[in-house]
């Protein structure tokens, strides 16, 4: 959508049978690092493209999770279940945003904005507990990435 290169036939991809998942870019390509939120647009991208039916919220979750560890020939990512990676997130579904999507969160996920998560885990450690970052000093972290980014741009 940035570069107007047009839509991609997700469905039809995937009904091909071709593997297809989902990722971010970060602040270095004026991203956020937001995969629901890409989950969302790739969902409402194919609607506008391609109508209601070429993806639920759903779909665009597994695309988000199973579909990006198919891209990527995993089988150790992808769902919560015993044996695979212990990475999770976390949503608050009693936020403003979702008021009144309880009766279905994976929809509520994905077509509302969560906001940030609530809690986060990867490889089995807690790295964001009730929003907050656990393992790094974010105000510096943010303060020298704020410096290096100006220093490129200088």
């Known amino acids: 959508m940035r570069l107007a290169s047009g839509i991609a036939p997700i469905r039809h991809m995937c009904d091909a049978g071709v593997n297809v998942g ?3 870019d970060g602040s270095a390509s004026n991203d956020s690092s937001d995969m629901i939120g890409e989950a969302r647009q790739a969902m409402l991208l194919q609607r506008v493209g391609f109508g209601p039916d070429a993806m639920s ?9 199973r ?19 212990a990475d999770l997130a976390v949503f608050d579904l009693n936020r403003l945003g979702l008021a009144g999507a309880g009766h279905d969160p994976v929809a509520a996920l994905v077509f509302c904005n969560p906001g940030q998560v609530a809690y986060s ?17 974010l105000p510096n972290v943010l303060h020298r990435h704020n410096q290096l980014a100006a220093q490129l741009m200088a």
């Open 67 to 85: 579909g990006g560890a198919k891209v990527l020939n995993r089988d150790d990512i992808g769902v919560i279940a015993p044996g695979m990676q």
């Open 57 to 65: 919220a759903r779909q665009a979750l597994e695309l988000a999770t």
């Open 121 to 137: 885990v990867i490889n089995g450690k807690v790295v964001v507990r009730n929003g907050e970052l656990t393992v790094i000093d």
């Open 22 to 24: 989902l990722g971010v």
